[in-house]
């Protein structure tokens, strides 16, 4: 498996790195005592060789002091790609999944999403996760509950399909956005700083942030060349005037900084995903597109988000008391980085949510990428737009490849099937395959078919409602609601409805008259899809629709005294009664 193959090489690429980290900083220690002895032998001798070994010292400090910080990231980075081949072996081994589950992301009310496990534990967004960032989950999670249109579907199949063989690639996104975590806040807060009006900063503020330190260092030549004994007050007085400059700037430069360090650490993870996405060549429409709009002849947003990081950095240093005080007394340097911070601002404040946007389809595309890779037997859908629908060797692609059993449906020449079997047989297995997959095919994925062709329409499904305690509202209540909306969307617009066993809570007349009349009514709206009943005199409508309506069936077989599922679709109505003699081989009825 390539997954446990490349987890190995980078555990040795791994151990080697953080080594050579550890002699590095081991040097860099010895370094530091090297020089404070030479420092003692100076002061006591004043002798040119502890000057010299003082002096050779610092330089080579600072050299390893880079290679340090070199290797490290290094070393951060074949971690994060380790975790990540660990994690995917790991979950095609279905050991665990790895991956957060999208919970966070679910609505109050969807047409489909909690039916068919789209989001949360054991979900289909969980399966497909492999992005790093919160935004890039956040643009998954709506590319699962809101289906793209026809032409948007073909171009991210084109690209979902150039990413599928750039497996370092998609792998270093990966790790590069998971080294650090960012979250919903932290998100927020970046695209709340960047609508901020900018505070004011006036002409003579920027005149003066220049004057003054250089009044300051003039004053101090001055002084050191005529040792005019009055140059000292002076300089101290433009020293503190600095301070004072700068403190009338410091709630600005405070509000600016609201919790610096975590936004900083996030926008040099989301620099380091862009750059990767600016330095690999696409070829497809959409990934061009995508890298076009962060990249050109005059900016690159990976370089101005290292910017921005580094000037939060550099702020944030504010808070050091004693640096602030030298720094500021001298140079006025916060005030200079502040202003180089607006100026940012101003230029690319408006870009910034766009750049993040990038990330995230990108992150995305990824994802569905890796479903891709994972399972070379998944197919695109071909697109159309004569309301035909077609699934060769259809199944639900969550399903372990090697108990999963297909099934062909065709909904081109008869478009609504009522499905009928026993409980265990698979009707609502096949019915969340048939759903998860449209999905899927919604987003520009693969899906788990050998052939399909599909028109994009909206879905709705009535499967698994929940009772709701806040609202006082019933599980049937629910499922009338549920019912009501698809029928008012029915009424300016075709869709693909999959229902199971719907009206379960009421007596049996009530529900069969309730269930056949629900199906006339789709009929009359001219649905597509499929119902799963156990009540065979619903199978009979098809009598008055022989050219809309099919029965087809899961049938169990009994042998030897024994339960027999093939889970294979056929045609026709089911007729073995599994409830009874089950019941009778347990001994609960006679």
Not at 157 to 183: I, W, Y
Not at 451 to 472: E, G, N, Q, Y
Request: charged share 20%; net charge neutral.
């Amino acid at each position: 498996m390539v997954y446990k193959t490349k987890a190995e090489l980078y555990a040795v690429q791994f151990k080697k790195t953080e080594k050579l980290y550890n002699i590095v900083s081991v040097a860099r220690l010895l370094l530091v005592l090297l020089f404070l002895v030479s420092l003692y032998f100076f002061t006591k001798y004043q002798d040119n060789l502890s000057l010299s070994l003082g002096i050779g010292s610092v330089l080579v400090f600072a050299v390893l002091l880079y290679f340090h910080n070199k290797i490290g990231n290094k070393k951060n980075l074949l971690s994060a790609l380790l975790k990540v081949n660990e994690n995917e072996a790991d979950f095609l081994d279905r050991k665990q999944i790895p991956y957060d589950d999208g919970n966070e992301f679910s609505p109050v009310q969807h047409p489909y999403a909690y039916d068919i496990d789209i989001l949360g534990p054991n979900s289909l967004f969980q399966h497909l996760n492999r992005c790093g960032t919160y935004p890039g989950k956040a643009k998954l999670a709506d590319r699962l509950l809101y289906p793209l249109q026809a032409d948007e579907i073909n171009k991210h199949q084109e690209a979902v399909a150039e990413l599928t063989p750039m497996f370092d690639f998609r792998q270093k996104m990966l790790a590069l956005a998971n080294m650090q975590k960012d979250s919903k806040g932290l998100y927020e807060k970046i695209l709340a700083w960047t609508a901020l009006p900018n505070p004011s900063f006036p002409f003579v503020l920027r005149l003066l942030s220049f004057a003054l330190p250089l009044l300051f260092w003039g004053l101090l030549i001055f002084y050191i060349f005529s040792g005019n004994s009055f140059i000292p007050n002076l300089i101290t007085y433009v020293f503190l005037l600095n301070l004072v400059i700068l403190y009338t700037q410091l709630k600005k430069i405070q509000y600016q900084i609201v919790q610096a360090d975590y936004v900083r650490k996030v926008l040099k993870q989301y620099a380091l995903v862009l750059g990767a996405i600016e330095n690999t060549e696409f070829k497809s429409q959409k990934l061009l597109e995508l890298k076009n709009s962060i990249r050109n002849e005059k900016i690159s947003s990976s370089t101005e988000l290292a910017k921005l990081a580094s000037m939060f950095d550099s702020l944030e240093a504010i808070q050091n008391l004693l640096g602030a005080v030298i720094f500021n007394g001298l140079f006025l340097y916060h005030l200079h980085v502040f202003h180089t911070l607006l100026q940012w601002k101003k230029n690319n404040s408006a870009e910034l949510p766009k750049w993040l946007d990038v990330i995230a389809e990108f992150e995305t595309l990824n994802s569905f990428a890796n479903l891709s890779y994972n399972n070379p037997t998944f197919t695109f859908p071909s697109i159309n737009s004569n309301w035909n629908y077609r699934f060769e060797s259809l199944g639900h692609p969550l399903l372990d490849p090697a108990k999963r059993i297909d099934n062909d449906i065709d909904f081109s020449e008869k478009p609504f099937i009522v499905l009928t079997g026993s409980n265990m047989s698979g009707k609502s297995t096949f019915l969340r395959a048939i759903a998860v997959n449209f999905v899927l095919s919604s987003a520009g994925s693969v899906i788990c078919s050998k052939k399909a062709t599909v028109h994009p329409i909206s879905l709705f499904v009535s499967m698994r409602l929940s009772d709701s305690l806040a609202d006082s509202e019933s599980y049937f209540y629910a499922e009338i609601k549920r019912l009501h909306e698809i029928m008012l969307h029915l009424d300016s617009g075709r869709a693909f409805v999959l229902l199971d066993e719907i009206l379960r809570g009421t007596n049996s007349d009530d529900k069969r008259n309730g269930t056949i009349g629900v199906l006339k009514k789709l009929i009359d709206f001219n649905a597509i899809g499929a119902i799963a009943t156990h009540d065979l005199e619903v199978c009979n409508t098809i009598t008055s629709y022989p050219d809309y309506l099919s029965n087809q069936c899961f049938e169990v077989e009994i042998k030897n005294e024994n339960l027999f599922f093939d889970y294979k679709l056929k045609q026709g109505i089911s007729q073995n009664k599994s409830a009874s003699f089950l019941m009778k081989k347990m001994q609960i009825i006679s």
